[in-house]
């Protein structure tokens, strides 16, 4: 289970962003988030991320760009910036200093 609270240009994530979760009414529902000018993902509460989440963050952050939208990720559990290291996409995702 997956939940998101928005709120003043910022979502929280809390639960597991994976395969399971990741369903069509989900990113039918969240895609939307970039449409605004600017956009912080808060995965501090994220307890499990596969490649499906990863690949869906990687989706987001590239349709924030096409849409002229300034988005950033915080709080990023580890286990999510190692799977991004090792599918070699770290690089892509525009983590906020912490």
Do not use: H
Request: aromatic share 6%; with cysteine.
């Amino acid at each position: 289970m997956i939940k998101v609270v928005q709120s003043q240009g910022r979502a929280t994530f809390t639960g597991a962003l994976t395969r399971g979760t990741i369903t069509r009414a989900f990113d039918k529902k969240y895609r939307k988030l970039v449409n605004n000018d600017a956009l912080v993902l808060d995965f501090a509460d994220v307890s499990q991320v596969d490649t499906a989440g990863l690949a869906w963050v990687l989706l987001l952050v590239e349709l924030a760009s096409e849409k002229k939208c300034k988005i950033s990720l915080s709080n990023m559990p580890g286990d999510f910036i190692k799977l991004a290291t090792l599918s070699a996409v770290d690089g892509l995702l525009p983590i906020e200093s912490q």
